[in-house]
């Protein structure tokens, strides 16, 4: 099975936001079909909470035994529990809070008001990480990873001229003065992302357009962050016709 990347085009971000909610669920019963479980990633943005809400108002997600599903997130802002800037909140209203799920189903980062330090939550994740590992690696092999992509071509809190897109001796960073704020955060890191069976990245506009195109054409890791993430069966690039202004024509399969 290949494992190239693929860019999917859809014409506006709601047709994008439907589409993607589709196949979630359609390789979400696909998978529970073969395994017990299944481990996703979850990210935060306005599509990575459009692609929930798409899910959550889908008569098709009543087929899913959701409680058998785990969910986590690839990057988390540094601030309390509850606060409107963290991920965890964005997709809990988006779609996991509809489901009713069992709270160990849930695998949020720590907050920051949860008595621990920036370094003591990083190692926190990592542990909970842990208590999934599978095939000898300290964190589970994540059937689907959602990622969302910056302007500056950043995933999850992976940034450009950073050090955080070269650690590969640890699941989990703590995140400092990043470029965009807050300025403190967690992240996942590359090892662990490109470990999933599937990467797929969401991501709408015309400033997206740039950094899609580099990524593609072989630019950096250390440049273009996003250009260093492969899945290991699938990577795929579902876009907006904006975002996608700048791809090969060669690379693109359009959705419509």
Same mark, same amino acid.
């Given at each position: ?12 971000? @709601? ?41 959550? *108002? ?17 990057? *988390? ?15 809990? @209203? ?128 250390? *440049? ?24 090969? *024509? ?7």
């Amino acid at each position: 099975m290949t494992n190239e990347r693929r860019v999917l085009v859809h014409p506006d971000k @709601e047709t994008l936001a439907g589409a993607v909610a589709a196949r979630f669920i359609t390789k979400v019963l696909d998978l529970l079909d073969a395994q017990e479980t299944v481990h996703v990633v979850l990210t935060g943005g306005s599509m990575g909470g459009a692609v929930l809400e798409a899910v959550r *108002e889908s008569p098709a997600r009543q087929s899913v035994d959701w409680e058998r599903l785990h969910f986590w997130w690839g990057d *988390e802002r540094w601030v309390p529990d509850g606060d409107a800037d963290r991920n965890d909140r964005l997709s809990r @209203e988006a779609l996991l809070d509809a489901l009713q799920l069992p709270a160990g189903n849930i695998h949020a980062f720590p907050a920051s008001d949860q008595g621990l330090s920036l370094d003591e939550a990083a190692d926190a994740y990592a542990a909970e990480l842990a208590r999934f590992g599978a095939e000898g690696l300290p964190h589970p092999v994540f059937d689907i990873v959602f990622l969302g992509v910056g302007p500056d071509g950043h995933i999850a809190s992976l940034f450009p001229h950073r050090s955080g897109i070269q650690v590969v001796d640890r699941p989990v960073i703590a995140v400092r003065e990043s470029p965009k704020p807050p300025p403190e955060r967690l992240s996942l890191t590359r090892p662990v992302i490109n470990a999933s069976q599937r990467v797929w990245l969401v991501l709408a506009g015309a400033d997206k357009a740039s950094a899609l195109g580099l990524a593609l054409a072989g630019a950096s890791r250390d *440049e273009v962050p996003v250009a260093g993430i492969k899945g290991r069966r699938r990577t795929v690039f579902f876009v907006d016709r904006d975002a996608a202004a700048e791809v090969p *024509e060669a690379l693109i399969a359009r959705d419509y």
